[in-house]
């Protein structure tokens, strides 16, 4: 993460609007932020961290959110901090806004956060919702760490960053967890925790179901007095094989009953059979009497119908005979109709033959007359194919006289453009040389000047010198002058302190004296207790007062120390300078007029350059036109040569053709093609006629000759069919056709009567046969079933009994056997769940740091990290310590209720021994815990390939180097701006200060507010 632009409005001690610009600073790869005590420099660090994370930077600011609002600020102003930082080469921005109460206001109002990415100058959201429970998530996912983590490896707050050097370990645990997000493993290990007590429920529940099955199995089954079971089941700790035996039992018990219930069953159902054969044959007796009964009445009934029966023999008989006839009958009238219809048609195809034969005679009379135009067609057809075979040479003549005026037209515009690239080439022949005499006095003139550039460098470095120490002088200035307004404000701070102090010590004095009396000894100052100097003691004291005046005083102390301090280190820094031999006046003469000299010289060596340049420019323009020249004079000898090839062609095409032109050609063509085409159509057209009506003739004089031999045949036909059917009448007994239309009956009236006497004879037959085959029944009575009836239900009554017990042992031998695959299911499930507990409640130990080296799962992964962290921390903790000072994970158990493999130590080279961190100075601390904060950046970048950190705050913690130390220090930032990251520190030193290359200054107004400034060295 690199950030760009930040800009703060009401924020902390920045009243309004305060933008810092860190693209500049970025250029320098490290700077300083200076500034007195609470004038806001963590607070830069709290607005980039409250922009991304909604908290300040430090653990004990983090949580104050709502105290970051600007005291200064104008009430109608919101607190704000818009952050721009750029992120794997993309640019993001965002701002966060506060809420507060207005006056006036019960609520608070203007809470807001916006995320977009900047694309070409424009922003895009990044989120479909602008929220904050959108925007948290998305800053996580951008940047690779949460709040924690970011406060850890990129924003270094005042001396948290030590806590994971000298924290006990449960505390790095906490610090690794947030880190390297291990709350998983945790996570994991407390999982299988719950899972083995998962497996011991399971387990517990399973042996009570157990118990209460084996308590359920005699209810399940017939206490027989033979059985086992009822004695088993009452003892308190029941025995599963016991138990498992004592069904066996009883399973074969009831599987010997079942055998016995079954041959019973059988038994009884063979009874049945024979009383159900019994009544069968009574009922079977008794239905033939009464069958015997009906059929004789039915007899009776039919005889009844002899009389009728006979009437329609008759009438049947009469109408078999008129249906003999019938078809000669039907074939006259047929006959009659059609010789009526020849008739019709005869008469129709007359008149249609008529008008066929007028048709034909005209047509026959048209062809002829056209049949006379042949030879007129046929010599226009030759006249025009002549006068077609003469067109193409006519168009051929037209197109030669074409070619011949382009191709002179061309040959002028080829003569002209060969005139004016000869004129070119001579004009470029010209400036070449004029160009070429140019550059060679140019190139002496060149080589005669001075080496400016190395002249001005020697100027600039003794200008840099100069500067350094006419800085270095001004500062030592400053800081004399700051020494002298130190001094005066510590005087006046240590006077207004010691009246208040007094004031203190009298009001204190004036309390203890109210249990004392005039004359007494004081027994504190051992002083006499004089009453009338106690009155004039204060009784009340402004404590607040005391504190601030007495606060104000300790920092006019600590700043007459800095101020001194710079003093002196100044005093040193100018006595490292070399003192310059030239003034910056007559530097800045000799560098002008040097300048004028370079830059004339450049501009001469420019023009060399430009007119180099300008001959090879030239040259190769000579050349194009010079292949230019030769190109256009080819190309006129070709035009040239097929104009005469074009013209001789011309010739001889107009002297075989004469003067007639294409036009005329063409109209004479197209008058003869018209006159050919109406010809031929009305030839076409009279061909067609005449085929027409010659064909309508034949066809009509067809079907005249059709239609009369038709009409004969019909005629002879009716007078045949007309004697076929008198004799028929007179054969079948009928005198004249009335009678025979009285007799003649339909079809289906005939079949009625048919099936009227064939169903009384067949039912006549039928009876005659059943009476003879049931005659033995005459006279008989019918028999009593009720007996029989009785019999069988009492029959069927006792397989029902016997069924009954038989399925009632067969349910008894599926509850034994069902009981018994529960049993064994139960006994099975238990011991599975048995073995399952042990190996889960073994790995669930295991991972909660139930093992031999007190270390869980988690605390397993963060040794591993911590390990990798030391390793990189040592790389420049040996470097950092003259390579006296290396740090050591230490593995011995403190007690066997802790856990190990968090705790840190350090093995110092020089006394070849390991001991506790917490030993360490103030000094070796800070060196140690900056090593640690970088190797936890190295490790984090190096497991996760999404985390960028181009950029590293630290805030304070080089005040206790030693000079030698500090000099370490800043090399190794140096070292880690090489890299590619820019360092921010936040300090005192001067030293520090003085190797900086650039200064963010944060500056407190008399008026309690702050404003910021960069200043470059």
Do not use: W
Request: charge should be negative; proline fraction near 2%.
């Amino acid at each position: 993460m690199k950030p760009l632009h930040l800009t703060m409005t009401a924020f902390g001690p920045y009243k309004n609007k305060e933008e810092i610009d860190f693209t500049k600073l970025h250029e320098q790869g490290i700077f300083a932020i200076s500034g007195a005590t609470g004038a806001g420099k963590t607070t830069i660090f709290d607005a980039i961290s409250f922009a991304l994370y909604d908290s300040a930077s430090g653990e004990d600011r983090s949580g104050k959110v709502d105290g970051l609002r600007s005291d200064f600020a104008d009430d109608n102003l919101h607190t704000s901090v818009t952050l721009r930082f750029e992120m794997h080469s993309r640019v993001y921005e965002i701002t966060r806004q506060l809420g507060h109460v207005k006056q006036g206001n019960k609520t608070k109002t203007g809470d807001k956060i916006e995320l977009f990415e900047i694309k070409n100058g424009k922003p895009f959201l990044c989120t479909e919702k602008q929220n904050k429970r959108t925007i948290d998530p998305k800053i996580i996912e951008i940047i690779g760490l949460d709040a924690d983590q970011f406060r850890q490896i990129v924003m270094l707050p005042q001396g948290e960053f030590r806590k994971l050097l000298t924290s006990n370990s449960l505390d790095k645990e906490e610090i690794l967890r947030k880190i390297f997000a291990t709350v998983r493993y945790q996570q994991i290990a407390l999982h299988m925790n719950e899972h083995k007590k998962h497996k011991d429920v399971l387990y517990r529940e399973s042996k009570q179901e157990l118990q209460y099955f084996m308590k359920q199995i005699p209810e399940a089954l017939y206490a027989r007095p033979a059985s086992k079971l009822p004695d088993i089941a009452t003892q308190e700790e029941i025995n599963t094989n016991q138990l498992m035996l004592a069904l066996q039992e009883e399973l074969a018990f009831y599987q010997q009953q079942v055998q016995v219930a079954k041959d019973q069953y059988e038994q009884a159902e063979q009874a049945v059979v024979v009383a159900r054969e019994q009544l069968e044959d009574g009922r079977k007796h008794n239905e033939q009497i009464a069958n015997y009964m009906e059929a004789a009445n039915a007899y009776e009934a039919v005889q009844q119908q002899a009389s009728a029966i006979e009437v329609k023999r008759q009438q049947l008989a009469l109408a078999k005979q008129a249906e003999q006839i019938r078809p000669y009958m039907e074939a006259y009238d047929e006959a009659q109709l059609a010789y009526q219809q020849a008739t019709q048609q005869l008469t129709t195809v007359q008149a249609q033959y008529a008008t066929a034969n007028t048709l034909y005679q005209q047509s026959t009379e048209t062809f002829t007359a056209v049949q006379k135009t042949l030879p007129q067609m046929e010599q226009l057809r030759t006249t025009i194919k002549d006068n077609e075979q003469q067109l193409p040479r006519l168009q051929s003549l037209a197109k030669c006289t074409a070619d011949v005026k382009i191709l002179t037209q061309q040959l002028t515009a080829q003569t002209q453009q060969l005139q004016a690239e000869e004129q070119k080439e001579q004009a470029l022949q010209q400036q070449l040389t004029e160009l070429q005499q140019c550059v060679s006095q140019l190139q002496q003139q060149v080589e005669a000047a001075p080496n400016y550039e190395f002249e001005l460098a020697q100027l600039q470095q003794e200008q840099r010198k100069l500067t350094i120490y006419t800085n270095v002088q001004a500062k030592q200035q400053l800081f004399e002058a700051e020494v002298i307004a130190c001094e005066q404000a510590l005087h006046k701070a240590k006077e207004r302190y010691e009246q208040v102090r007094a004031q203190r010590n009298q009001q204190r004095a004036a309390k203890l004296a109210t249990h004392l009396h005039d004359g007494e000894t004081c027994p504190v100052c051992a002083n006499t207790v004089i009453a009338t100097q106690l009155a004039t003691f204060p009784a009340d004291f402004d404590l607040a007062y005391y504190e601030t005046t007495k606060q104000t005083y300790e920092q006019a102390k600590d700043a007459l120390v800095v101020a001194m301090s710079d003093v002196a280190h100044g005093k040193a820094r100018i006595a490292e300078l070399e003192e310059p031999q030239r003034d910056l006046q007559t530097i800045e003469i000799l560098q002008a007029e040097l300048v004028e000299g370079y830059v004339a010289h450049n501009a001469s060596r420019k023009t060399l350059a430009t007119q180099r340049a300008q001959i090879e420019e030239l040259t190769e323009q000579l050349t194009q036109h010079q292949e230019n020249v030769k190109r256009y004079k080819t190309s006129y000898e070709k035009l040239q040569q097929a104009k005469q090839q074009e013209q001789i062609k011309a010739t001889l095409l107009q002297q075989e053709l004469g003067q007639k032109s294409e036009q005329q050609l063409m109209d004479v063509i197209a008058q003869d093609k018209q006159s050919l085409e109406t010809l031929v159509t009305a030839y076409e057209q009279a061909i067609q006629h005449h085929q027409q009506s010659t064909a309508n003739y034949h066809k009509s004089e067809i079907a005249l000759r059709v239609a009369e031999e038709r009409t004969a045949h019909a005629n002879s036909t009716m007078q045949v069919a007309q004697q076929k059917a008198q004799e028929a009448m007179q054969q079948a007994g009928f005198t004249d056709t009335g009678v025979y239309e009285q007799s003649v009956l339909a079809i289906t009236l005939q079949q009625q009567l048919e099936q009227a006497i064939q169903a009384y004879d067949t039912a006549q037959h039928d009876l005659q046969k059943q009476l003879l085959t049931l005659a033995n029944y005459k006279g008989q009575q019918a028999q009593d079933l009720t007996p029989l009836t009785l019999a069988l239900q009492a029959a069927e009554q006792s397989a029902r009994e016997a069924y009954k017990n038989m399925d009632v042992v067969a349910q008894f031998i599926n509850v034994c056997t069902s009981l018994l695959t529960q049993l064994e299911t139960l006994i099975k499930r238990i011991g599975t769940l048995e073995h399952e507990r042990a190996q889960i409640a073994h790995l669930a130990d295991v991972l909660t740091g139930k093992n031999e080296l007190n270390l869980s799962f988690e605390r397993y992964v963060q040794t591993y990290y911590l390990q990798q962290i030391i390793e990189a921390a040592n790389l420049r903790l040996r470097v950092l310590s003259n390579e006296q000072y290396q740090l050591v994970r230490t593995t011995e158990l403190s007690d066997k209720r802790s856990q190990t493999g968090l705790d840190l130590s350090v093995y110092d080279a020089y006394a070849d021994a390991q001991r506790d961190v917490k030993t360490l100075s103030g000094g070796e601390k800070f060196n140690a815990s900056l090593s640690l904060a970088l190797g936890v950046s190295d490790v984090i970048q190096s497991f996760n390939g999404n985390v960028q950190i181009n950029t590293m705050f630290i805030d304070e913690g080089f005040g206790s180097l030693d000079e030698e130390a500090l000099r370490r220090a800043i090399t190794t930032l140096i070292e880690l701006r090489d890299t590619g990251r820019t360092i921010a520190v936040i300090s005192h030193v001067a030293e520090l200060k003085e190797e900086m290359p650039a200064i963010l200054h944060v500056t407190k107004m008399k008026e309690g507010y702050s404003t910021t400034a960069v200043t470059f060295a």
